[in-house]
Structure formats: structure tokens, C-alpha cells
């Protein structure tokens, strides 16, 4: 993390400018962002590059919770793991670019349209990154759910049945996860519960999938044992 963090360091600027751009859209030309503490500037650069750091050795770190795991697994589920590795990264990365290219610039429109001849924004950079950054951690960590469910179905703890009987559950669970973890409008609610849903009936689809071709090895396996044993 601190390796990654300190080259992400030395593109701060561009980093800076990439997640400035969403909100810029929506402001007059001549307009920016303002911060009012002395050490302000310093301090969201530093945190976008930690964030960038955390990002980039994401692979790592998700290899690393894979490896603690892999002991309790059969031989063939250990090889596996640079595949899980890679998933998880995937998924972490498309919900971050959800987040900005579709979160963002809803959220930023549904907020900026209440401004007016007398209610100018005057946006402040530090509670902007504090706003993007949790958007981003929100989707990042919900797009997880395909992998974590099915983890748990090759654990045996769900099943595709279990998952379609619970589905009015899981949606109001959902909401209420949305409205934990996005900021206090309707917009980013509705567009994380959206992804969140969807997310949840691939999952079904992916489980089945996985259950049909472990079937499949089990049966390969028991016909390999039987010709051994002629």
C-alpha cells in the first residue's frame, strides 16, 4: 500500500483532475471547487493518492484473504485462487467506474438542480472527495455479492432455491443497505439498489452454473474411479 500510494503520489494532479471532472460538467466554466483550511489542498491530494494506492494493490490484498482461506480448500479449489484473485478485482474496478460514470453525475445533477439565482453553489473539495470517495467504497464493495454468494453456495450455506424463495427479503435488505452506505439522496439509493438486485440474480444464474459443473466433475471423477478399479 505504501509503495502504491507513493507512485500514485507522483500523478496526483491527474488524479485530482479525473475526479474533479464529473462535478465540473455541471458548474459554469470560470467555476472550481474552493477549500477554506490552509492545509486542505494538501490534505485531499494525499487521501486521493492513498485511496489510488489502495486501489492499485487491491490485487494483492484480495490474493492475500484468498491465501488464508485456501487450507480449508480441496486441491483443485486452491487452484483457483489467482482466478478469485483476479474476480475480485474485476468486480471491486467495475463498481468504482460505475459509481463514477453513472453515480456521479446523477447524484451531482439531482443535488446541483435545487441551486438558483439565489442559492449559488460554492462547492468545497474536501466534503466533494469525502461525498465521491464514499460513493466509490459503496459500489466497489457492493459489486463483491456475486463472489461472496457464491462462495457461500460452494460452502453449501445457500443454494439458488434458497436465494429465489428469499428474494423479497434480500430486495428490502438491499434498500436498506443502499441507505446505509450512499449519501442522503434518493438518486445514489436507487441507482446502488438497482446494481445491488441485478448483482443478486446473476448470482443465482452464476450458482447454478457452478452447481451444474461441479455435478458434472463429481460424475467425471466417479467414472475415472470406476475404470481404475476395472
Not at 487452484?79 to 467495475?94: E, M, N
Not at 438558483?116 to 459503496?138: H, K, N, Q, T, W
Request: charged share 15%; glycine share 4%.
Amino acid at each position: 500500500l505504501l509503495a502504491a500510494t507513493i507512485v500514485a503520489w507522483n500523478f496526483a494532479e491527474s488524479i485530482v483532475k479525473f475526479i474533479l471532472s464529473p462535478v465540473l460538467k455541471f458548474l459554469p466554466p470560470d467555476q472550481g471547487l474552493v477549500y477554506t483550511g490552509l492545509t486542505d489542498a494538501f490534505s485531499v491530494t494525499f487521501r486521493l493518492s492513498l485511496w489510488a494506492g489502495a486501489v492499485v494493490s487491491a490485487p494483492y490484498f484480495f490474493y492475500q484473504i484468498w491465501a488464508f482461506v485456501a487450507p480449508g480448500l480441496h486441491p483443485e479449489e486452491k487452484a483457483k485462487v489467482p482466478f478469485l484473485t483476479i474476480l475480485a478485482t474485476a468486480l471491486l474496478l467495475l463498481g468504482a467506474c460505475f459509481a463514477y460514470f453513472a453515480a456521479f453525475p446523477m447524484t451531482f445533477k439531482f443535488f446541483l438542480a435545487f441551486s438558483s439565482e439565489e442559492m449559488r453553489p460554492l462547492l468545497a473539495v474536501d466534503r466533494y472527495m469525502s461525498l465521491c470517495m464514499g460513493l466509490i467504497v459503496a459500489f466497489a464493495v457492493a459489486f463483491q455479492l456475486p463472489l461472496v454468494l457464491m462462495f457461500l453456495a460452494r460452502l453449501g450455506l445457500v443454494t439458488p432455491e434458497f436465494l429465489k424463495k428469499s428474494r423479497s427479503y434480500a430486495v428490502v435488505l438491499i434498500f436498506i443497505v443502499a441507505a446505509i452506505l450512499t449519501p442522503p439522496d434518493v438518486v445514489s439509493q436507487i441507482l446502488l439498489a438497482a446494481a445491488l438486485i441485478f448483482l443478486y440474480e446473476l448470482s443465482i444464474f452464476l450458482i447454478k452454473r457452478q452447481n451444474i459443473a461441479l455435478a458434472r466433475a463429481q460424475i467425471l471423477a466417479e467414472k475415472e474411479a470406476d475404470s481404475d478399479l476395472d
